[in-house]
Nanobody, 123 residues
Framework: QVQLVESGGGLVQAGGSLRLSCAASGSIFVINAMGWYRQAPGKQRELVATLTSGGTTNYADSVKGRFTISRDNAKNTVCPQMNSLKPEDTAIYYC?????????????????WGPGTQVTVSS
């Protein structure tokens, strides 16, 4: 199967920056897209940013101009650089990968999620 390992969360003051990282490993034939979602207390999980293998990005309106997502296809990692952080960015951030899993004789497509990393922005 496939595992996602996240790192880079923490506590930062408003206006500060954080860089998250997510590395995928396992029976990967190809990763079609990787990205990050977040869930604040009492709210639904929402898109932060995604990046396809072809380089297409998609950002939530709330983070456009502040967050930049990049990906290393050779290392199967995706890293959002988060600048000008605001208290409303406080949430658990989850890495997501859409993967064609390699079973040797065939592949199948599935979404995987990391365990989440806490980002807290103090005012």
């Amino acid at each position: 199967q496939v595992q996602l390992v996240e790192s880079g969360g923490g506590l930062v003051q408003a206006g500060g920056s954080l860089r998250l990282s997510c590395a995928a490993s396992g029976s990967i034939f190809v990763i079609n897209a990787m990205g990050w979602y977040r869930q604040a207390p009492g709210k639904q999980r929402e898109l932060v940013a995604t990046l396809t293998s072809g380089g297409t990005t998609n950002y939530a309106d709330s983070v456009k101009g502040r967050f930049t997502i990049s990906r290393d296809n050779a290392k199967n990692t995706v890293c959002p650089q988060m600048n000008s952080l605001k208290p409303e960015d406080t949430a658990i951030y989850y890495c997501n990968a859409n993967v064609n899993v390699d079973l040797g004789f065939r592949t199948y497509n599935r979404d995987y999620w990391g365990p989440g990393t806490q980002v807290t922005v103090s005012s």
